[in-house]
């Protein structure tokens, strides 16, 4: 809201009579009929003939004034002031010069000075309010006086109570002072005396936002929206509609979580956030395609976003559904695509071998899904789980390690069959044989973490320690976040009675992997029995706990 305009036109009292076709009468006329530039030539005529009339020069400044010739406007006001140095609407219109210069410590003084000397004490007043919102030229700048412009909007208010704008405005002033309460009670006064200022209630709504109100912030949008649709309002309804979204999804209500994120992207059709929120309505609906193709669109307008995790398991439980309703092959391909776009998700390997040994009767294929599930780190129950078919699919396909053993005489430079074979005679305790497949895997592909770290179970298997030390090692050498192997040598050190570097080893695990259950546990462990850190061991044991009762067994197809 501007300052109150003040400086209206007016005839000048003089000690003899002034002639109709006096400059200065003319130059009122001109005013009255809107033809400024006539008038400012009558006033400039005025005050050549009375120098000493201070009507005539204030009059000419008012007029420089509004045509933009500012300091021409100070320059009559000061000669007015040297005239009449006590009139008090002398100083009030310098001061809305002032203003318009910018010059706000010369408008508050002038305004002071206004008031004073008798003048407008509620425009001076307003416009004195509006002169302490600024700061270096800034409204509501860094460190703006809003105890004074307060201060003088309720002088304001002691006058004219029922002035809205004046409420108004100083709502808007305890906004930005950070006085939220003050400025919603303020703004409502407002809207008391006036319940058409779409402003208030538009701001209204941004302190209802920024308290999480999202229902009262959308009633109080809606409103300002109903009295001028003119206002650019999509960004605070998307926030208000996407807060609601949330609350009702955080909550388990997908449906109406679904109703309010869709009219929030109508609002903000290219908003990421909004965007992966539907994602989640959708796949609490379980309805997985949508969800991927929402999460999808989110991850494509920002690539930093990390969706990886999200989008995996939509594609997973997607899988699930499709495998329950018989349409394995189907299935396969969504378990795939969870792979593919989240790699550590080991519930999406496990899902995949109880498909291929149940569904497809492919034993082969679901051994080498459960043991990739085992080297991702499950929780506790889901690793009991898939180790139990892991050991049940070898066992079971008596012709499995036959096929392994043909495959590996007619493809003797294939790495890969060499470890799953290993893998094979390791389920079956056949530790020596498993020593040289993977060996010979390890010849020709050196860099197989994995291969390094099932070669250190074999070889700790058969009680040599130092080998089994040197090929956990070798996994973190070519993989230094592999947990599994970090835990192991961990577990190696401790067994050894190394207990510092078995701590170092558990204390890295659970930096890359803090849901790592078992090095939460053996961690606890460590710290109460040897180190007697009772605090540090509880945190870990609790954590262990934790994690063992909230890991609910995979769910498999």
Not at 36 to 57: G, T, W, Y
Not at 67 to 89: H, M, Q, T, W, Y
Request: with cysteine; charged share 25%; glycine share 8%.
């Amino acid at each position: 809201m501007g300052p109150f305009e003040g400086g209206e036109l007016r005839s000048a009292t003089a000690a003899v009579p002034i002639p109709l076709a006096d400059p200065f009468t003319r130059g009122v006329a001109y005013t009255g009929r809107g033809d400024i530039e006539k008038s400012i030539a009558e006033f400039q005529k005025s005050v050549q003939l009375n120098p000493s009339d201070p009507a005539a020069h204030l009059n000419l400044g008012i007029l420089y004034g509004s045509v933009g010739k500012l300091d021409a406007a100070v320059a009559e006001f000061d000669r007015a002031l040297e005239i009449n140095p006590g009139s008090p609407e002398i100083q009030f219109n310098r001061g809305i010069v002032f203003m318009r210069q910018g010059k706000q410590r010369q408008a508050i003084s002038a305004f002071e000075k206004s008031i004073i000397l008798g003048g407008d004490n509620i425009a001076a007043n307003y416009n004195l309010a509006i002169c302490y919102e600024y700061s270096n030229g800034v409204r509501y700048g860094a460190g703006f006086d809003a105890e004074k412009s307060i201060y003088h909007y309720r002088k304001v208010l002691e006058k004219r109570p029922d002035a809205a704008v004046v409420y108004y405005n100083a709502g808007i002033v305890c906004m930005h002072a950070g006085d939220t309460a003050l400025a919603e009670k303020a703004l409502r006064m407002a809207l008391d005396r006036d319940p058409s200022l779409a402003d208030a209630y538009f701001q209204i709504a941004v302190i209802m936002l920024k308290k999480q109100a999202y229902q009262g912030a959308l009633r109080n949008l809606i409103e300002a929206q109903r009295i001028d649709s003119r206002l650019p309002l999509a960004p605070q309804l998307a926030e208000a509609y996407g807060g609601l979204g949330k609350f009702f999804l955080d909550n388990g209500d997908f449906d109406s979580a679904r109703k309010y994120i869709e009219q929030a992207l109508e609002q903000a059709p290219s908003n990421a956030q909004g965007l992966i929120l539907m994602g989640r309505a959708y796949r609490g609906l379980q309805r997985y395609a949508e969800a991927v193709d929402y999460f999808t669109r989110a991850r494509s307008l920002d690539s930093r976003l990390p969706l990886a995790r999200e989008i995996a398991e939509a594609y997973m439980l997607w899988g699930d559904d499709l495998a329950a309703e018989g349409l394995c092959e189907r299935a396969v391909t969504e378990y795939e695509n969870a792979i593919s776009t989240d790699p550590a998700l080991g519930r999406s390997y496990a899902r995949l071998g109880k498909l291929y040994d149940l569904g497809f009767e492919d034993r082969g294929k679901a051994a080498y899904y459960y043991r990739k599930a085992l080297d991702t780190g499950l929780a506790p129950a889901e690793t009991e789980e898939v180790r139990k078919a892991l050991a049940d699919a070898v066992r079971e396909d008596d012709s499995l390690m036959e096929k392994y053993r043909t495959l590996v005489a007619r493809n003797p430079d294939d790495a890969t069959l060499h470890y799953n074979l290993g893998v094979i005679y390791q389920a079956r305790g056949k530790m020596d044989s498993a020593i040289e497949e993977y060996t010979q895997a390890l010849r020709l592909d050196q860099g197989n973490s994995i291969a390094h770290y099932n070669l250190g179970l074999a070889y700790e298997k058969k009680r040599m320690r130092s080998a089994a030390l040197r090929e956990y090692k070798l996994a973190l050498q070519y993989d230094p976040r592999y947990p599994r192997a970090g835990y192991a040598l961990g577990r190696l050190y401790e067994e050894w009675g190394a207990y510092k570097e078995a701590r170092e080893q558990y204390e890295r695990v659970i930096e890359i992997a803090p849901d790592y259950a078992d090095a939460q546990l053996a961690l606890g462990l460590l710290l109460k029995r040897r180190f007697k850190d009772a605090k540090g061991a509880e945190k870990h044991l609790a954590r262990y706990e934790a994690l063992k009762k909230n890991a609910a067994p995979a769910a498999m197809p």
